[in-house]
């Protein structure tokens, strides 16, 4: 039973052109979300994140949308740098037990 | 500020054998947990700590998996005996927060285990 959703195993992306990775999820108690990063051999790094009181969520090059109605989230990245290349997780907490649930990972490719 | 820190980094055993992971969390950091990621899959929390008391353990095998965080500091986890199906990556991460926080959770570089 997979809440939280990442449905392409992987995306290859121009340098300098936009990225946009994408988050489905089931559980309409999750309430807030947040997107890690992750390189190879290292742990996630924590990138963004949004409560569900909010529609989008901006810093700097990335930007997370949020759309309840959906229970579909994104996370934008623009312009695309070949340090963008990694495995990008969605993740959810729900307010039941502010436990992390995960998505099973994006991998981003930026070609030069 | 040094970051969540693991030993070993990998690690390679045979079925049945024992196994100990270590981390030592972010000076501060009250809150514990432990991952266990599968290779294309995301992190399932194990085991979570707050100080060195335990707040959730249900998707711990309890069976072959142990863990304690002693004078809620650094924390070891213990498979005995291993299965093949171990075989993953096993991520520790701390956070500042106290249970019912969505505190960002800081990651170790995660220790690699191979059960042949």
């Known amino acids: 039973d997979q809440q939280v959703k990442q449905n392409s195993p992987s995306l290859s992306v121009q340098e300098g052109r936009i990225s946009i990775l994408n988050c489905d999820y089931t559980n309409s108690m999750f309430d807030y979300f947040l997107w890690y990063k992750k390189y190879p051999a290292e742990g996630p790094t924590f990138l963004i994140s949004?409560?569900?009181i909010k529609d989008k969520n901006e810093d700097g090059r990335f930007t997370v949308f949020l759309n309840k109605s959906a229970k579909h989230l994104s996370l934008h990245i623009v312009p695309s740098q070949p340090g963008d290349s990694a495995v990008y997780f969605c993740a959810a907490i729900p307010d039941s037990n502010y436990q992390l649930i995960w998505g099973a990972g994006t991998k981003l490719i930026i070609k030069p | 500020e040094a970051g969540v820190a693991q030993s070993p980094r990998y690690k390679i055993i045979e079925k049945r054998q024992s196994v100990a992971f270590w981390c030592n969390p972010i000076?501060?950091?009250?809150?514990l947990y432990w991952y266990q990621q599968i290779l294309g899959q995301g992190p399932k929390l194990l085991i979570q700590f707050q100080n060195n008391g335990v707040v959730d353990d249900s998707q711990l095998p309890k069976d072959r998996f142990s863990a304690e965080r002693l004078k809620g500091v650094d924390s070891t986890l213990k498979i005995q005996p291993a299965k093949l199906e171990d075989s993953a990556v096993y991520l520790c991460a701390s956070s500042l927060g106290h249970r019912g926080s969505t505190d960002t959770q800081y990651f170790g570089p995660g220790t690699r285990l191979t059960v042949l």
């Open positions: 949004i409560s569900s």
């Open positions: 000076s501060g950091h009250a809150t």
